[in-house]
């Protein structure tokens, strides 16, 4: 049941966001088609598997609509940027998890890229060490 009104709220909310009825509506192109460029990124990042539990990284609220940014720093180039939160202060995977976000953008982000991932400040112990890592 919750993944089902998982998966109606995701779509809901890009049917809102194309409708111009949501966030925006009134933006320039570009960032209209930044916003675009985020969706995509969150949707080949949503559906990675948590390396401890059976449950997406979307369900367990690391990753989020809102934790994606995309800039354009050049024709055909953008930056994608990442902030993911573990589900526990003392994660001991949360370098896992960024480099699984970062493995699966590389095979699968169909535009140039360059990607920063970060964890959310303030929400893991070690966070300037693993931000290190997955930069």
Same mark, same amino acid.
């Given at each position: 049941?919750?993944?089902?009104?998982?998966?109606?709220?995701?779509? =809901?909310?890009?049917? +809102?966001?194309?409708?111009?009825?949501?966030?925006? !509506?009134?933006?320039?192109?570009? #960032?209209?088609?930044?916003?675009?460029?985020? +969706?995509?990124? /969150?949707? &080949?990042?949503?559906?990675?598997?948590?390396?401890?539990?059976?449950?997406?990284?979307?369900?367990?609220?690391?990753?989020?609509?809102? !934790?994606?940014?995309?800039?354009?720093?050049?024709?055909?180039? #953008?930056?994608?940027? &990442?902030?993911?939160?573990?589900?526990?202060?003392?994660?001991?995977?949360?370098?896992?998890?960024?480099?699984? =976000?970062?493995?699966? +953008?590389?095979?699968? +982000?169909?535009?140039?890229?360059?990607? %920063?991932? /970060?964890?959310? %400040?303030?929400?893991?112990?070690?966070?300037?060490?693993?931000?290190?890592? !997955?930069?």
């Amino acid at each position: 049941m919750s993944l089902v009104l998982g998966l109606l709220s995701h779509t =809901l909310n890009r049917v +809102l966001r194309y409708s111009g009825l949501r966030r925006g !509506c009134h933006a320039p192109r570009s #960032h209209a088609m930044e916003q675009d460029k985020a +969706l995509e990124v /969150y949707d &080949i990042i949503r559906t990675i598997r948590d390396p401890e539990k059976p449950n997406t990284l979307e369900e367990l609220e690391v990753v989020t609509e809102n !934790c994606v940014e995309v800039q354009e720093i050049g024709e055909d180039e #953008h930056l994608v940027i &990442i902030r993911f939160t573990p589900t526990v202060p003392h994660c001991s995977l949360a370098t896992l998890i960024g480099l699984c =976000l970062r493995i699966k +953008l590389q095979r699968c +982000l169909p535009f140039r890229h360059k990607l %920063e991932i /970060y964890i959310t %400040e303030g929400t893991h112990s070690t966070e300037e060490d693993i931000g290190a890592l !997955c930069k």
